[in-house]
């Protein structure tokens, strides 16, 4: 099947506009008239749901960002009652509280068709044996793949995170033909099968991965496609947004977003306007038919593009590039802005290097200085002294030219830097300890 909702999917762009448009303005007129937040932030704002006429005007909208649901523990911005709410995902934040989401019913199913949309893109559906390895449970990852392979007919396998040896058992077992889990996650699950005697390409059924939660590149792709045998896919989605929410189709292309569900923005993040189409900035979206919890213009924090062009593939809505990094996990070393993909970007062009690194960032006198710790493949670490300072050599040259920073490099044996079964934490800064 190539599209799950063709009508939609494949909707001329005015329309999917005037749609966007009227479900825009019945959003503002019942926030501003329902909810006491939003009613408040427009009058802060000076503007009334009448100065919304036309889809641009939404620039005239106030913000949302992720502190004002922390601000508004757990739920006093929800727009449901708690009868109408049937289920909670809270999202671990790594400083002060949690965020906590409510859905409805009517959101769970809009979060399950934009899955549904985004699954059947990737050639995925009946026959098809999808293992859910993303975390079961407050995460949002786990259950909403969970609900958008049943929908298309799909086989779950719900493995959940953990248990590595037992998840390739299963694979096998099983014949699991997709794997939806962090790139990281898989990376692992790579090396373990390696270890086990497992050879994923001919051993098992695998052949598509869902792979998100976390930034991951282009170079990254090719290389898990090639090691695995499999076609990878970016998925995206956050919390606030419901949870994973879109893919990729199989042009590889950028994420494709629903505009019935959502309106995408990208925004300069210093000065909050739109920048121009095709821009770099930060992905800003309304979500456009929650109950529980809406989203006005939240600010996402991640830095992208975005494409509006018609997709080879047939679908209208506009495409959202990989995500480059985030707002705040931007490191400044010595004033030269570096993002943790651009690092993983240039390791990943160098054949001697594995698939892990991590950046240890620190401040010497008044000096920032920047560390990659970097492992090499099996065949390349050598004993060697002197093949080991030509690779060296040629990494931190790599990094120079690409980011234009100094960063020295250590090799460490493969298998030696930390693995991890949901999101990696690739950076660690200790200016800030
Ligand atoms: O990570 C939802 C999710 C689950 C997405 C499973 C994909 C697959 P949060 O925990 O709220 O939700 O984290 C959201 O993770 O703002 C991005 O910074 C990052 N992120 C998510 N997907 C990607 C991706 C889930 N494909 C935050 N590429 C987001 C880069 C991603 N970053």
């Known amino acids: 099947m190539k599209c799950w909702d063709p009508r939609i999917e494949e909707m001329p762009k005015e329309e999917l506009q005037q749609m966007q448009y009227r479900l825009l303005k019945s959003l503002v007129y019942r926030l501003y008239s329902f909810s006491p937040f939003y009613h408040d932030r427009m009058k802060e704002q000076n503007v009334h749901p009448d100065d919304i006429r036309t889809l641009p005007d939404v620039k005239k ?25 049937v289920r909670y995902h809270v999202s671990s934040g790594t400083t002060g509280k949690p965020t906590v989401v409510g859905y409805t019913q009517n959101d769970l199913d809009n979060w399950t068709a934009s899955l549904a949309r985004a699954l059947t893109s990737l050639g995925l559906g009946r026959g098809d044996v ?36 037992r998840q390739i058992e299963l694979m096998q077992d099983l014949g699991a033909t997709a794997i939806a889990c962090t790139p990281s996650y898989l990376l692992h699950i790579g090396e373990v099968a390696e270890k086990m005697g497992v050879d994923i390409q001919k051993d098992t059924k695998l052949r598509t991965g869902i792979l998100g939660a976390e930034p991951w590149t282009e170079r990254m792709r090719i290389r898990m496609e090639k090691w695995l045998g499999i076609k990878a896919y970016d998925i995206y989605g956050t919390s606030e947004l419901s949870g994973p929410m879109f893919t990729e189709c199989t042009e590889q292309k950028g994420f494709h977003v629903w505009s019935d569900i959502a309106l995408v923005e990208i925004i300069d993040p210093k ?151 949901g999101k990696s934490k690739r950076v660690v800064d200790r200016r800030s300890l």
């Open 61 to 85: 909208l106030p913000f949302m960002f992720k502190r004002d649901l922390r601000d508004n523990y757990p739920d006093k911005i929800f727009t449901a009652t708690k009868d109408d709410l």
């Open 271 to 421: 000065s909050g306007e739109q920048v121009d189409s095709g821009e770099k900035g930060e992905l800003t979206m309304t979500i456009l038919q929650k109950e529980a919890l809406p989203m006005i213009r939240f600010r996402i924090g991640d830095i992208t593009t975005v494409n509006e062009e018609v997709c080879a593939c047939g679908r209208t809505h506009p495409r959202v590039d990989r995500i480059q990094g985030r707002v705040d996990d931007m490191l400044i070393i010595r004033g030269i802005n570096v993002f943790p993909s651009q690092v993983e970007f240039a390791l990943m062009t160098i054949p001697e290097v594995g698939q892990h690194f991590q950046i240890v960032v620190d401040r010497k006198g008044a000096l920032d200085d920047m560390l990659v710790r970097v492992e090499l493949n099996k065949e390349s670490f050598s004993d060697k002294i002197t093949d080991l300072m030509l690779v060296r050599q040629k990494i931190e040259h790599k990094v120079r030219n690409s980011l234009n920073v100094n960063a020295t490099v250590e090799l460490v044996e493969p298998g030696s830097l930390p693995r991890y079964e």
């Open 130 to 165: 999808i293992q859910v390895s993303y975390g079961y449970g407050l995460f949002t990852g786990g259950l909403g793949l969970h609900y958008g392979a049943e929908r298309i007919g799909a086989t779950v396998l719900p493995t959940s995170v953990g248990n590595t040896e």
